[in-house]
């Protein structure tokens, strides 16, 4: 403590010890009306805003020759421009830097021709729709010296305004009629369907109203229908309790089968064989005996007297 150095005990203490209100002291003198407002406080003149904005228009920077493209995004101070105002509107001045060589430029708003005027620091691109504009109203302030001039001039102009004019309002009348008839879709849709309603009630009111004699046809038709198939169900239980073990189409499939066999037998053929053979007696060798011999019955070859070999037929059939 000698030498001006506070220990860490006593800095302690003293941070403990200490309050909100340490150090504020209020002279005797002190008179609380006599203080500054804080808006008094504040500074006068120009006031600056920073706002964060992009670049209306493209620009050339005069410094590095670099481009700034339209919608490039770049913070600006922007302060009134006092003394110039058009039909009332004020007059901004932005300040800003280039995104390349951080040098300085300034432009303006122009009211007039809504649209922005460089100042310093850069210089704008050529922008052909705005020569399109500048050209557009020469034009029309010529056309007008012109018609105050001319009268002729006047009244044909004066004729050609009337002329598309009357065009204008057709179109207008155009848009209208297709707004109402596309507003009154809803309505449209809802009155057919209002109207197929009706139609089906009114068909199932004509059917309820059929008369008395109909009806009673009707019901009869019904009970004859209803007769016949259950006549058709009796017979065809009584057929299957008269043969209840043959099979139902197993006679007939028999029947087939037993005319399809006479058939085939029909068809074979009947055919007759003769043999002939001839055979030396033994005593006389000149002479010879045929013999012939029909059996109809037997296969079997037959001799015919000194050892002679018949003939046989056989009929097959």
Known sequence: MADGTMSSKFMKSAFVGWTFTAGVYYPPDFDASKLMPVKALKPRGPQMMNIRMMFPFTMVCDSCKEYNYTGTKFTAKVEQIKGESFLGLKVYRFYGRCRHCWSEFTFKTDPKNSDYTMESGGKRTYEAWKDADAMESQLKQEKEKEAAQDHMKALEQKAVDVQSEMQRIEDLDAIR?????????????????????????????????????????????????????????????????????????????????????????????????????????????????????????????????????????????
């Open 177 to 317: 009629t297709l707004n109402k008839r596309l507003g009154n879709r809803d309505q449209s849709i809802q009155g057919a369907l209002d109207y197929l309603f009706l139609q089906d009630t009114q068909k199932s009111q004509e059917e309820d109203e059929m008369s008395q004699a109909e009806l009673e046809e009707l019901k009869g038709f019904k009970a004859e229908k209803e007769q016949t198939e259950q006549k058709k169900q009796e017979e065809a239980e009584s057929n299957k309790e008269t043969s209840p073990g043959v099979v139902p189409g197993a006679a007939i499939l028999s029947a087939v089968q037993e005319r399809a066999n006479a058939a085939a037998k029909a068809k074979q053929p009947k055919f007759t064989v003769k043999v002939k053979r001839k055979a030396e007696d033994e005593g006389e060798g000149s002479n010879k005996k045929l013999c012939t011999e029909d059996n109809a019955s037997t296969t079997a070859p037959t001799d015919c007297g000194g050892g002679l070999l018949g003939a046989y037929e056989s009929d097959s059939s």
